[in-house]
């Protein structure tokens, strides 16, 4: 086996959580649609079926996603009335980013003082990590890989490939460390990297129904198995 000389986390539920005691922190961003006279199966049904091309940086913002939904289901909404409901997202999303878990830093702490690389391996769009540069883990990364801006997503092998040449290190030496979501640890197991199910934020009932990945229960876990 060889040195483990990088770690690559995923970001949402895994580092940080947009849930407290069950419960969102802040409301979900689409409580606009029955406000705006739009049934919401209809506009979650569109919002769905846009995934693929949000994560992978197809559309621009998330403006443009609104207006593109707004317009197919035959809704008028006025520019100022969608760069209202940009903002409220966007203040949703850094909700998460305000308070980091204490075992989340001391863990990043000491993998970094460990000598360790660290890399982020993020789906998302732009409006979802806005709060990113200001939050308190980003001074632990060595480089972070936004799906939107490489304009490719998990599990992509690409995703993986890139963020292993920009650490230059080998699949083989990097660990992949994920709440299991769009099937991260399936694609990071694909190219060779040794993954690992974070289940510290995650209820039982979602994360037994990821099997094949060692878990992880608490972040001072990971910390376990890398000095092993």
């Known amino acids: 086996m060889l040195e483990v000389?990088?770690?690559f986390f995923d970001l949402f539920e895994t580092?940080?959580?947009?849930?407290?005691?069950?419960?969102r922190k802040a409301p979900r961003s689409t409580h606009f649609v029955e406000q705006l006279g739009i049934e919401s199966k209809l506009f979650d049904k569109e919002w769905n079926k846009r995934q693929e091309k949000r994560m992978d940086g197809t559309y621009?913002?998330?403006?443009?996603?609104?207006?593109?939904?707004?317009?197919?289901?035959?809704?008028?909404?006025?520019?100022?009335?969608?760069?209202?409901?940009?903002?409220?997202?966007?203040?949703?999303?850094?909700?998460?980013?305000?308070?980091?878990?204490?075992?989340?830093?001391?863990?990043?702490?000491?993998?970094r003082t460990s000598g360790l690389k660290i890399c982020l391996i993020s789906n998302c769009t732009p409006?979802?990590?806005?709060?990113?540069?200001?939050?308190?883990?980003?001074?632990?990364?060595d480089d972070v890989i936004f799906s939107f801006a490489v304009k490719t997503a998990k599990p992509n092998s690409s995703i993986y490939h890139l963020a292993c040449q920009r650490m230059d290190v080998s699949p083989s030496e990097s660990l992949f460390v994920g709440d299991g979501g769009s099937n991260e640890l399936e694609g990071?197991?694909?190219?060779?990297m040794r993954a690992y199910h974070?289940?510290?934020?995650?209820?039982?009932?979602?994360?037994?129904?990821?099997?094949?990945?060692?878990?992880?229960?608490?972040?001072?876990?990971?910390?376990?198995?890398?000095?092993?």
């Open 188 to 192: 990071a197991a694909r190219i060779g």
């Open 127 to 141: 409006e979802e990590v806005s709060a990113w540069d200001s939050c308190s883990i980003a001074k632990y990364f």
């Open 5 to 7: 000389k990088a770690v």
């Open 60 to 111: 621009s913002d998330f403006p443009s996603v609104l207006s593109e939904i707004f317009n197919y289901l035959g809704h008028e909404v006025t520019d100022e009335k969608i760069n209202e409901i940009h903002k409220e997202r966007v203040m949703s999303k850094s909700i998460p980013f305000s308070s980091i878990d204490n075992e989340i830093l001391e863990m990043l702490d000491q993998i």
């Open 198 to 228: 974070a289940t510290w934020f995650i209820p039982t009932f979602k994360s037994e129904k990821i099997t094949g990945f060692p878990k992880l229960i608490k972040p001072s876990e990971l910390l376990a198995l890398i000095r092993t």
């Open 15 to 23: 580092l940080i959580s947009e849930y407290e005691n069950g419960k």
